[in-house]
């Protein structure tokens, strides 16, 4: 953590835009590492070694980053993947991110759960960015978009706490930005 709030520090000192892409990147991070998926995470370093960006799909327009009320679906199929369904807000580096964590509830049994998409996909359609500055601010859907049980990071109480100790790391590292700038 400290070398996180150093880093957000530093990047913020030559500009808030500079730091965006690392802060989003950290958040889309926090449920591809805390999950039990060991391949998707060899996958991650791998991706993190070419200089890849992730994102965080967390919030939605109509409830924002209320995790209760996610409407992100992942609808069983008979053969035993799923198709994932919904729309995203406010999610940075969601157009160009290798890897989006996205939180969303099992359509069947209601559980939460936490999958990993790509925003090259063709399922993957990168509506706007929501935001009139320099860093990217999506808005994006996934129609029909499939999963895998490889493509699984959490589910259940597990994917929960993903969701909400990633918020606590990475949202805490704004506060390092914060002083970055003010320095």
Request: charged share 20%; aromatic share 14%; proline share 3%.
């Amino acid at each position: 953590a400290w070398r996180f709030c150093e880093f957000a520090a530093i990047l913020a000192f030559y500009g808030r835009p500079y730091g965006y892409p690392w802060q989003v990147s950290v958040l889309g991070l926090g449920p591809l590492w805390m999950g039990e998926n060991e391949a998707m995470k060899e996958r991650t370093a791998q991706l993190l070694e070419e200089g890849a960006i992730f994102a965080f799909g967390l919030s939605e327009r109509a409830h924002g980053a209320d995790v209760y009320s996610t409407d992100m679906e992942l609808i069983p199929q008979a053969d035993g993947s799923y198709l994932a369904r919904g729309e995203k807000y406010y999610i940075g580096n969601g157009n160009q991110a290798a890897l989006v964590s996205v939180f969303g509830k099992n359509a069947e049994t209601g559980d939460y759960v936490f999958f990993v998409v790509d925003s090259q996909n063709e399922h993957f359609r990168c509506i706007k960015n929501v935001v009139n500055v320099q860093s990217y601010v999506s808005n994006f859907a996934l129609d029909d978009y499939p999963i895998e049980e490889a493509d699984i990071l959490a589910t259940g109480r597990d994917a929960w706490d993903a969701a909400l100790n990633t918020v606590n790391l990475g949202k805490f590292n704004l506060g390092w930005a914060s002083i970055g700038i003010c320095k």
